[in-house]
Structures are given as structure tokens and as C-alpha cells.
């Protein structure tokens, strides 16, 4: 019996036995200022991470790097898949207010919901990802044994591309839902939050 383990590395854009996807992350921090909404929109649109995707700079964004790892057996003239596991290394870049103890307690409210919608968006990047990174852990460890590893290959890579290429339009659907709806999903968390102060100012 003759084991081969290879190793294939994707990167993708803003991711047999039954291992889930592991996906670790780490966290990057731009400053911006300004006291107003109307400035720290500015900031944002100025100072926000640079998307290749879209050309433009966004308030948050996540890179991603896809990882497949896969163990192929060799036995009795015939090649099948041992082991596969990916991976999803993930960088996620967030704004952090400088101003934020000097600006108005209006401003400071609209920031944390925004800051925090912010991070949700991006959050849910990376839930996509992994959904995605247990796709092709799943299809490439069904993959039916082959006359050959180099052809067990070949068809792992197609399953691997054709699941990036469905994670892309995946994503970027993603990114046209959020905006659409921003403005509205703003304001609801927003009322939120309002009740939940007027309720901490009034218990009972």
C-alpha cells in the first residue's frame, strides 16, 4: 500500500472521515476619527480596507486563504481518498474609533450598533466559508476510487475549484443583500438599542 499526501492551497475573497472544517482567524485594526456621522462615514469611505473585488474601500473586510489537505491510498492497482481536511485562514479588518469619549452620547450609540453590525458582516463571511470548506471536505471524500492517484487528483481538484468558484457568488451575493438593506437593518438595531436604555433608565 502506498500513501500520498498533497497539499493544495486556494485563495478566495471581502473556504472521507467526518473532521468539520477548521477555520482560525485573527484580527487587524484600522483607526479612524472624526466626531460627527457624517465624518466618521467619511473616515470610513477614506481609511476603510481596499477591496479587489469591488475596487472600493469598505468598513470591514475578511481575506480568506483555503487550505486542502489530502491523503490518497494506493492498493491493488487502484487509488482512493485516505483522508482530506481544509482549512480556512481568515484575516478580518475592523474600524476602531478614536473619538469616541469625546463625541456626543448620540453619535456614541450610532457607532456601537454600526461597529458592531460591522463585525456581525464580516462574522458572517467566515460562517460562509466554512460552509463551503465542509462541501469539498464532503465531496472529495465520497470520490469514488480511481484506476490511478493522478486521476483521483485531477477530479479532486475540479470539486475543489468548481466549491470556490460557488463560495465567490455565494459571497458576493452576500455582500448585495447586506447593502440593499443596510439603512433598514440599521434603524431597526438601532430602536433596539434605544429600547433597551430606555428600559435600563426606567426598570419595572
Given at each position: 500500500m502506498?500513501?500520498?499526501?498533497?497539499?493544495?492551497?486556494?485563495?478566495?475573497?471581502?473556504?472521507?472521515p467526518t473532521a468539520s472544517a477548521d477555520i482560525s482567524r485573527t484580527y487587524s485594526y484600522f483607526s479612524i476619527g472624526g466626531k460627527t456621522l457624517s465624518e466618521i462615514e467619511e473616515q470610513l469611505r477614506s481609511r476603510g480596507p481596499h477591496v479587489q473585488s469591488t475596487g472600493q474601500r469598505h468598513p470591514g473586510?475578511?481575506?480568506?486563504?483555503?487550505?486542502?489537505?489530502?491523503?490518497?491510498?494506493?492498493?491493488?492497482?487502484?487509488?482512493?481518498?485516505?483522508?482530506?481536511?481544509v482549512s480556512v485562514k481568515a484575516r478580518v479588518f475592523l474600524p476602531?474609533?478614536?473619538?469616541?469619549?469625546?463625541?456626543?452620547?448620540?453619535?456614541?450609540?450610532?457607532w456601537d450598533t454600526l461597529s458592531k453590525d460591522i463585525k456581525r458582516h464580516e462574522e458572517s463571511h467566515l460562517g460562509i466559508a466554512?460552509?463551503?470548506?465542509?462541501?469539498?471536505?464532503?465531496?472529495?471524500?465520497?470520490?469514488?476510487?480511481r484506476s490511478s492517484c493522478e486521476a483521483l487528483q485531477a477530479r479532486a481538484e475540479q470539486v475543489t475549484q468548481k466549491n470556490l468558484e460557488e463560495?465567490?457568488?455565494?459571497?458576493?451575493?452576500?455582500?448585495?443583500?447586506?447593502s440593499g438593506n443596510f439603512e433598514w437593518r440599521l434603524m431597526r438595531l438601532l430602536n433596539y438599542r434605544l429600547e433597551q436604555l430606555e428600559k435600563g433608565r426606567n426598570p419595572g
Open positions: 502506498r500513501r500520498i499526501t498533497l497539499t493544495l492551497a486556494l485563495l478566495a475573497l471581502g473556504t472521507f473586510a475578511t481575506r480568506m486563504e483555503f487550505k486542502t489537505r489530502i491523503t490518497y491510498e494506493e492498493e491493488n492497482r487502484r487509488c482512493r481518498i485516505a483522508d482530506v481536511r476602531r474609533w478614536r473619538n469616541r469619549r469625546s463625541a456626543g452620547p448620540e453619535t456614541a450609540l450610532i466554512k460552509r463551503y470548506a465542509r462541501s469539498i471536505e464532503n465531496e472529495i471524500g465520497d470520490l469514488a476510487p463560495h465567490d457568488a455565494a459571497q458576493a451575493k452576500f455582500d448585495r443583500i447586506e
